[in-house]
């Protein structure tokens, strides 16, 4: 059954209910099984997966051998398999790589997202509503017998079967929001969800992977180690990932671009990786040079009448 979500009619841009449920339809899940599941994906992620707590979950960079980002992902445990929750845009690519050199071990990986709900719970309430469907959920990671629930601060994604969802949604009694709400949230989290668009585009610093602990600079080799660990201890990364706001009358993709303002008019500044939009209102984030100043003005390449503007980090991006 296909669950029908709406356009939220607030400022989602700027706010959030109370309680906010949201369909999160543009993420999925691969699941890892296998004798040698979790130790083969230790070796191909930026994530110590080995020392990866039963309760805990972490972001995570799947990169090629050059460094560059195939995708970005939230990662866990489940009993004796591994979930990789991801952009489902994505999720093909990264499942295909990691298949090609599973053969080499006993490691199997599949696309379980046919097979789960994703929901997200955000606001005021979140904690208190989830907490009375399910019980205790303050580790970063819960699970169920009907359920597993992912704590993010004060968020919560809840994967579970189409019929615990409708039940969920019934008991919140609101408004199932489609995924634009939650993307609105993770983009004010500077976070980075690489899509199919930009799959192999950016090494993880560059989209500050290394400032919400997805990347272990002390687990051993894996794919892409070499140029990651190059540009934490020699430097070299010119790139960073910034939360940006504004106006605009164009539709804003993971293609577009972003321009910058100098003494002769504007250059290329840098490109969108996640974006959403309201009434003339865009809220995103873009890989910028990451020496660009909070009060730089900033437009959309495509829309010359556009504005945009830095909002500050929720997190240090210094050592």
């Known amino acids: 059954m296909t669950l029908a979500t709406a356009q939220p009619d607030w400022d989602f841009l700027n706010t959030s209910p109370d309680l906010l449920v949201a369909n999160l339809t543009h993420l999925g899940l691969i699941e890892i099984t296998g004798e040698q599941g979790k130790t083969f994906i230790h070796g191909q992620v930026t994530t110590d997966i080995v020392s990866l707590k039963d309760d805990q979950w972490r972001w995570g960079a799947h990169c090629d051998a050059k460094g560059k980002m195939l995708s970005s992902f939230r990662t866990f445990a489940n009993e004796d398999q591994l979930m990789v929750l991801l952009p489902l845009s994505v999720l093909p690519l990264s499942l295909a790589q990691w298949q090609k050199y599973a053969v080499f071990s006993k490691a199997e990986l599949t696309d379980v997202s046919a097979e789960k709900v994703i929901l997200g719970f955000a606001g005021a309430n979140a904690e208190a509503f989830i907490t009375q469907q399910f019980g205790d959920v303050t580790a970063e990671l819960s699970r169920f017998e009907n359920a597993i629930i992912v704590k993010d601060n004060e968020r919560f994604i809840v994967m579970t079967s189409n019929e615990t969802a409708i039940e969920l949604i019934a008991a919140s009694k609101q408004t199932l929001q489609n995924s634009s709400t939650w993307q609105a949230l993770e983009i004010k989290s500077g976070y980075a969800n690489i899509d199919a668009n930009h799959s192999g585009e950016f090494v993880p610093q560059m989209c500050n992977l290394q400032a919400v602990n997805g990347i272990s600079f002390e687990k051993g ?46 250059r290329r500044a840098g490109k969108v990786i996640e974006s959403v939009q309201q009434d003339g209102k865009v809220l995103l984030a873009a890989v910028l040079a990451n020496d660009t100043e909070n009060n730089a003005k900033l437009r959309i390449k495509e829309d010359a009448a556009s504005e945009l503007s830095v909002i500050p980090l929720p997190y240090s991006l210094e050592d």
């Not at 080799?221 to 540009?231: N, V």
């Not at 990932?241 to 504004?246: A, P, Q």
């Not at 164009?250 to 504007?266: L, N, R």
């Open 221 to 266: 080799c894996y794919m892409g180690q070499e140029t990651i660990a190059r540009m934490k201890y020699r430097g070299g990364n010119k790139r960073a990932l910034y939360i940006l706001t504004g106006t605009t009358s164009e539709s804003v993709t993971s293609e577009s671009q972003i321009e910058i303002a100098d003494e002769d008019g504007f």
